[in-house]
Structures are given as C-alpha cells and as structure tokens.
C-alpha cells in the first residue's frame, strides 16, 4: 500500500494569500484526521471525518480554517486567508476499525 | 487545556541504557492509549498501544506501562539504540470516539 499521500510536502506563501492542502487517505480507511504540529501544542487535532462527513471540528482555530471530504481518497484542509501564525507543519492520517492512525509524511507551511 | 501531557520535551541515554519516556492524561474517559515515534520529516509512525485493561504491554525492546490511578504512562526502550534517537507522542482516545489525543512529544537522543 502507498500510505497516506499529503501533497505538497511544502508550501511557502505571502500573508493573505489562500492556501490548500491535499490528502489521500490510505485505501479501505474509513476514517481521515487532519492533525497541525507546532512547538507549543504538539500534535494539535484540527477536524476528523468518517466516511467523508465530518465527525469533530472543534480544533479548527478559526473560520478561515475549511476541511472538506468529497470522496473516500480525498481531503482538503484549506487556510483563506493565511497568516503568519499558520506556518506549521500539517498531518494527514487515516484508520479503520482494528487499526492504529497511519500518518502521511506532512506539509510544512511557511506564511511570510 | 492539553489532555494529554509530555513534561520533559527531551531526554538524552547512553547506548545499550533504558530510556524511559512519560505521559500523563487528565481525561477519565480515555482508555486507549499508543506511543508513535517521529523522524525528521516524516510523519509519525505507530510504535505500540495499550488499553486500560492491561497495566503493561510489551513489544521487543519496547514495553509501555499503565497506571490509571495516576493517569499515567510510560514507555520503555531497553536496550537503547542510536536508531532510536527521534521524537516520541503519545496519545490516548476514549473507547466512544475515534478522536485521538497527541502530547506535545519527548525529542529522545541516545548517544552512542
């Protein structure tokens, strides 16, 4: 299996700008997390779905923060508008029942 | 308010030592828990769980260690690697949910 695939492995973008980050779960997984990873606060939990509908959103920090899920092999986590705050580092995961989170490799986001 | 709590952000052993990473969760309700381990850009990958029935589980090197009394966890590494040297979380979910929990991770170095 391929694993969790998170494009782009990285993305530098000015202030303002919009930002989309994409993730395909692992096949068969029913389950998709969008996890943000910072110094202060680790692994932070942005929103989960479950067979594409959104379970938990309550980490999204703010309303410029969207998720979407309109299939089974694909996710967006979008950022509009971006801020400096925002540069992180952004993990996808996926599971289904019996098994532990598979995380993609990340997107490290740089807003200047 | 973090749930799930790491308090020493990084330790560093002697090859062939024990290395003895700890958590701590203040959430009753979590019964669930797993260690994952980090390399530099890469995503976390699941290193060994435990669930609340059990007070110890072991994996090769690899033993973590429940006391739910004292909302507490622990990870073992006997005998320490220099492979081993990465960042550590450890997470936790409640049996009702799929929404897992990550501390804020323990960068362990051992030194060779």
């Known amino acids: 299996d391929a694993g969790v695939i998170q494009s782009p492995r990285h993305e530098v973008t000015e202030m303002g700008q919009e930002v989309t980050l994409r993730c395909k779960p692992i096949?068969?997984?029913?389950?998709l997390f969008w996890y943000r990873q910072t110094m202060m606060r680790g692994l932070e939990l942005l929103i989960y779905?479950?067979?594409?509908?959104?379970?938990?959103d309550s980490g999204m920090p703010e309303d410029r923060f969207s998720a979407k899920m309109p299939n089974a092999s694909f996710s967006t986590l979008k950022i509009q508008p971006s801020e400096p705050r925002d540069s992180a580092v952004y993990f996808c995961a996926s599971t289904t029942q019996g098994s532990p989170l598979h995380f993609g490799n990340g997107t490290r986001l740089t807003v200047t | 308010d973090q749930q799930v709590k790491q308090n020493s952000p990084s330790l560093s052993v002697q090859e062939g030592r024990i290395s003895i990473l700890n958590c701590d969760y203040t959430?009753?309700?979590?019964?669930?828990f797993l260690w994952y381990k980090k390399y530099p850009a890469e995503g976390p990958t699941f290193l060994i769980s435990i669930s609340s029935i059990k007070d110890k589980n072991e994996d090769g090197r690899f033993t973590v260690f429940l006391n739910k009394s004292a909302k507490h966890l622990s990870l073992h590494i006997v005998p320490s690697q220099p492979g081993d040297s990465a960042v550590y979380f450890c997470a936790a979910k409640d049996s009702g949910t799929y929404k897992y929990i990550f501390g804020t991770g323990t960068r362990l170095k051992v030194l060779a």
């Open positions: 959430n009753s309700m979590f019964d669930y």
């Open positions: 779905f479950n067979n594409n509908v959104p379970i938990d």
């Open positions: 096949s068969g997984h029913d389950y």
